[in-house]
């Protein structure tokens, strides 16, 4: 079962032990945030805060799918499902998107305030992280916006933060798909850009936000496909975007094309706070509207934070499609969470460097998000951590086994190691580290032979070591 | 928006109960924070343009102000001025104390365009 709203996804996370409501009086300004920080770092539950200071009657769910388990909640598995299975599901869903259909109108249209009515700071807006440049109350959202040239709606999950009580500043990235169609068709005709930031849709409506999905295609069937029933779309509020009807909070506004504002600096999902500042986007806001008691949904981001899942997770799929579409004999992909999507390993059929030489390629073509990929043979499973550290360290040559490319405009300006500099211009590299024997070294003569249980000892010693284990009462 | 939560949605009611320590309420007067990109070149000086948030309690918390200011680095208070957190562009506090005096308050929204400086904005502002 899959969910038609957050609601129920949160009574689901309650019920399997996944959620826990924090009733004591807890300040947005630092406290929620640094306590939720602290619970995503320790792989806890989620948090619902339903006692903010200055916010009676509201409340913050704070990293709705920063854990595999909720993941594997909010897609209708149980709990405890595999990650691998959980990629497989995502992998399988994918591929039958559900175009959304369009109702009337949705819950959030109980609340409604427009133009002079519009105050930013009647919403719960969490100082996130301190040092951080404002509060945001775009994190764990979902941006709608629209190509007039072909009509195409994107749904994104980028980052706002209140300016001032009817303007929003934000960052999407200028390499994403809200940032290339503003810089592509908005800003060449001097015309503000529609956007429509949801807040708090059914958890599978923020997956396909979060989705490494092609420019042109539609999250909201992807949404459709994850859930296995068609999104119910209505029209924001004060404008003719089709927003989630199950959000809890609609903030609808136009970029504008020729006024900007102070953004960030902001702690980001890879972990760090890299200093990037002062070169976004600024929204005029036009309309709010929200349920009754609204639950504002926050992506408390830093080291295991909700995108350190869900982008991964999307992320893998849509690298090993990718890697298919061009030849390469890929097995698994796995972006591990701890590697705050900077970091893939890639499990190929057959390896070598002109393989991996060809990975890299294609995984650097356009954007290039990930800095480093790990190539492992088949043998190898990209979900295990230990497997994977075991290959790199010991299969990995280190002079003819790394591969660098180095580009420039399409790079992560939000990379860490990067310098200001690098940043700034989107410069940067990705290294491949080849962990796979060369293919040239002969199977029978040349290529080690791995020292371990599964690999070393015959079939019928395997299975008389496992019929006697209990026996001579090893655990 | 008074009530309380609601959350008859839930299944069953369980929380973690009691009133937590907020440790983040202002002990003095709250003055502002503002963000620089280059700390050393931050000396005293007037005709500075800054984006200046405030740190007053409450729901305002926070909200932005372009202006054009003084600032001053002295142990004590200068009259007429506020208190003044700097930080920078990673968000790491530049040790002060600094002041600061807003000489003109500048329109909320900069002129430029998507993925322009803002600080090139405020410095093209013209100063007295």
Redesign the interface.
Known sequence: MTFPEL??F??AL??SGDL????????W???LGA?SRRMGERDGPTLWF??V???????VLANPLATWRRTAIALGLAPETAVQTIHQTYEQREAMPLAPVEIPQGGFQANLRQGDQVDL??LIAP?V???????YIGTWDLVVSRDPRSGWTNWGAYRFM????R?LTGWPR?TSHL?TV??EVY?PRHEPMPVAIVIGADPLSHLAACATYAIGRDEAALAGGLAGVPVAVCRAPACDLLVPANAEIVISGN?????????G?Y?EYSGF??????????V?VTAIAYR??PVHTLDCTGFKDDAAIVTALTGAVAVKRRLERHGIPVRDVYLPPEGAVHTAIVSVSDGGPTVVKTILDVLTARRALLSKIIVVDGDVDVFAMDEVMHAFSTRCHPGRGIHVASYSGRGNGLTPSYS?EERATLSGATVAFDCTWPPDWDSATRVPVRAAFADTYGEELQQQVLECWSALGLP | ???????T????????????M???QPATEAGYET?VRNPSEMHPASDLAL?L?DLA????????Q?VIAHIVCADTRPSGFAPLRM???????VPGPWWVRVQTVLP????????????D?LDAFPRD
């Open positions: 609601r129920s949160m009574a309650q019920g826990i409501a924090v009733d004591g009086s807890v300040d300004d630092l406290e306590i339903t006692n200071r200055d916010y009676p009657g509201q409340s700071t009647e100082m992280h301190e040092g951080d440049g404002g509060r209140l300016h001032d009580e303007t200028p940032g503003l810089r800003l970029v504008l094309p020729d006024a900007i504002g102070m953004e600096p702690g706070r890299t200093g990037e500042m002062g070169c976004g986007v600024l005029d009754n008691d200001p | 928006m008074s009530r309380a939560v609601d959350r949605f839930l299944p069953e009611h369980t929380s973690t109960g009691g009133e937590l907020n440790t983040n963000f984006v948030r309690p409450g729901r305002r918390k926070y909200l932005a372009n930080r920078t562009a990673v968000g790491n506090e909320a929204r900069l002129p430029g365009a998507p993925y322009t400086s803002v600080f904005a």
